[in-house]
């Protein structure tokens, strides 16, 4: 998604802004600008394409300056193109960079075109910049301006503001889309990841929803969504942070498992507002898309199917339409039928999946649409889809994916949100949902500690040789990904069956050497669950379970419980995956396995 950077400094900016924007291509863009106050004039330079036909265009013509704010665009409001690129302008004195989506921009923009303002792009972002404009000229000054301003606007944004006549004064606000505050020695920073000014100061502050920060070379004043003087804490970057270095962690495996609570933040930045999705998030023509479909068809590999499995039961039980899921390497070669107003969903990590990719190809011809849920914004996947969803869970380097897969499940949550509301979904089901999602990032945070007893857990794990992973309905498919990362990780050979499946076959492997791993939710299910499990208890099996709740099943002779925090029942999924991937990476540290770079397999599969 794209990113923002801003400066105020001694020294010229131009360099600083680029080099920022670099640091923040990993998150795919299509376009980027530049805007520098020069002597009471802003300099203003966009370039369609990589942020180095910007740095080129810089080069010819300079932009000197003190004060500026730079743009990588990802278009959802109007095309690709220099015209839509930011920064964007009121007149010659006002330019304003913007992350994220102005939902109310249609009526706004009516208004101000009564008002004589005169558009030159396609964008939502414009509106922003006249508004500012149409409040300055009421004898507001700038900050009250930007103030009254935010009040007409809704949705989600980050948003960066300089004008001619404040030459000391680089001016931000935030309400749902990230911005981070860089606080330099004698000069100040903007942008949307800390990564972006690494090189410049390692010191930020955090904006909270609704504040407005006004940036002088010396000084930083924050104002909370109340109006009220709010003081931010300034802390110092820890290295490891979001990068791709282990840090502190003994590897990436466990770092990017303890990355989940600020995963699971990021994947919901700038697609929720006020208890409700953000449509054009997934792209301008979302919407018509959405109202279209009939079927959802999704399509897979490895963990990414299994996420698309949590889907279909999500799809079909909240939007009421048929979802189906199939592994890529499958469907890519069999005539598959694909009904009317189809719409392709292809998940991978790396969007370089080769199964996954032709997939794509082969019927992207024969369906409505094509939506990509994908972590690498630049990739194929992602431009030879329709329209997208990035999961922006930040580089993963572990071979077994941990936060892919969280984040995954959050995008697809996301979707059927998009999707029932479209077919039926009510707006209090909807806040409910999103309502659910806002909790992520507090729960994961809980649920990080478990990994005390989980890692004592592991020690029955270490001597085994085949585990076999329980669950049913939406957690049939996360025990599925158990069983997936404890097969990757620990080379223990490792099934998943739907608990009902038991008796059908599975049951006559049970003995005191196969650990049966189990994830019980708090619905309807848990008393058939039981049931299952007693079936494995008669026949000497030892049990682990991680349970929904207190009250539901308790440890005893032969049966180890661990209880996950109280959560809406909706997050299960999402939830009960921490556990389990953390369960497999102690298993395999006791089992002394490379845990990064397991043996036979790769990180990004793109070879079929
Ligand atoms: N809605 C604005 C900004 C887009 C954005 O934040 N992309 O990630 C536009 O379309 O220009």
């Known amino acids: 998604m794209c990113g923002i950077v801003g400066a105020i400094a001694a020294r010229p900016v131009a360099g600083i802004l680029l080099e920022g924007l670099r640091r923040l291509e990993y998150r795919g863009y299509d376009s980027a600008g530049m805007a520098v106050l020069n002597q009471g004039q802003i300099g203003r330079l966009r370039r369609i394409g990589k942020?180095?036909?910007?740095?080129?265009?810089?080069?010819?013509?300079?932009?000197?300056?003190?004060?500026?704010?730079?743009?990588?665009?990802?278009?959802?409001?109007?095309?690709?193109?220099?015209?839509?690129?930011?920064?964007?302008?009121s007149g010659e004195r006002l330019a304003v960079v913007h992350n994220g989506i102005i939902e109310n921009f249609e009526p706004l923009k009516r208004e101000l075109e009564q008002q004589g303002y005169v558009f030159t792009s396609e964008t939502d972002?414009?509106?922003?910049?006249?508004?500012?404009?149409?409040?300055?000229?009421?004898?507001?000054?700038?900050?009250?301006a930007l103030r009254k301003t935010m009040e007409f606007l809704e949705g989600a944004f980050a948003l960066g503001v300089i004008h001619a006549d404040q030459p000391e004064q680089l001016l931000t606000a935030r309400k749902g889309s990230p911005l981070v505050?860089?606080?330099?020695?004698?000069?100040?920073?903007?942008?949307?990841?800390?990564?972006?000014?690494?090189?410049?100061?390692?010191?930020?502050?955090?904006?909270e929803d609704g504040d407005i920060a006004q940036l002088e070379a010396e000084r930083i004043q924050v104002w909370d969504a109340q109006g009220q003087v709010a003081e931010r804490a300034i802390s110092t970057f820890e290295h490891g942070q979001g990068s791709a270095e282990k840090g502190e962690f003994r590897h990436f495996m466990l770092k990017e498992i303890y990355e989940q609570p600020r995963v699971m933040q990021a994947v919901l930045e700038g697609r929720i507002a006020s208890g409700h999705l953000l449509e054009q998030a997934f792209g301008s023509d979302a919407g018509a898309v959405f109202d279209r479909v009939k079927q959802v068809q999704i399509v897979a590999c490895g963990t990414s199917y299994h996420a698309g499995l949590v889907?279909?039961?999500?799809?079909?039980?909240?939007?009421?339409?048929?979802?189906?899921?199939?592994?890529?390497?499958?469907?890519r070669y069999r005539p598959v039928v694909l009904p009317e107003d189809t719409l392709l969903l292809t998940l991978s990590q790396s969007g370089e999946t080769a199964d996954t990719l032709a997939a794509l190809r082969e019927v992207k011809a024969?369906?409505?649409?094509?939506?990509?849920?994908?972590?690498?914004?630049?990739?194929?996947?992602?431009?030879?889809?329709?329209?997208?969803?990035?999961?922006?869970?930040g580089p993963e380097i572990g071979v077994a994916s941990t936060k892919a897969f969280t984040s995954q499940l959050v995008a697809l949550m996301l979707t059927t949100i998009?999707?029932?509301?479209?077919?039926?979904?009510?707006?209090?089901?909807?806040?409910?949902?999103?309502?659910?999602?806002?909790?992520?990032?507090e729960l994961f945070q809980q649920l990080l500690a478990l990994d005390g007893p989980i890692e004592a857990m592991s020690a029955h794990f270490a001597e085994k040789r085949h585990a076999l992973f329980l669950g049913r309905n939406v957690l049939y498919p996360v025990a599925m990904e158990g069983a997936l990362k404890l097969k990757e990780i620990s080379y223990i050979h490792a099934e998943a069956y739907p608990a009902g499946e038991l008796k059908h076959g599975p049951l006559a492997l049970v003995d005191k050497e196969m650990p049966v791993i189990a994830v019980a939710p708090r619905n309807g299910m848990l008393d058939k669950l039981k049931a299952n499990l007693q079936e494995v208890r008669a026949r000497g099996g030892e049990l682990f379970v991680f349970a929904g709740c207190e009250e539901s099943i308790q440890s005893q002779e032969g049966v180890h419980v661990i209880h996950l925090p109280a959560l809406p029942p909706v997050l299960d999924p999402i939830a009960f995956t921490l556990p389990l991937q953390l369960l497999s990476y102690h298993v395999a540290v006791l089992k002394g396995t490379d845990v990064d770079q397991p043996r036979n397999l790769a990180k990004s599969v793109t070879v079929e």
């Open 181 to 207: 505050i860089g606080v330099g020695i004698g000069e100040n920073f903007i942008a949307s990841d800390q990564l972006a000014l690494l090189p410049v100061t390692d010191r930020f502050m955090f904006l």
């Open 125 to 144: 972002t414009e509106v922003v910049a006249h508004l500012l404009d149409r409040e300055l000229k009421t004898g507001l000054d700038l900050l009250a």
């Open 311 to 331: 889907a279909k039961y999500w799809i079909e039980e909240l939007v009421g339409i048929p979802c189906m899921v199939e592994v890529a390497s499958e469907f």
């Open 366 to 393: 024969r369906v409505l649409a094509t939506l990509a849920i994908c972590n690498v914004p630049g990739s194929s996947l992602v431009r030879e889809s329709d329209l997208s969803l990035m999961t922006n869970a």
């Open 51 to 89: 942020v180095q036909a910007l740095a080129d265009a810089c080069a010819q013509q300079s932009l000197p300056g003190h004060l500026g704010i730079a743009h990588t665009r990802w278009a959802t409001h109007g095309k690709p193109s220099e015209q839509n690129a930011h920064p964007h302008m």
């Open 418 to 441: 998009a999707l029932g509301r479209r077919h039926g979904l009510s707006a209090d089901k909807e806040t409910a949902l999103v309502a659910a999602l806002e909790q992520l990032p």
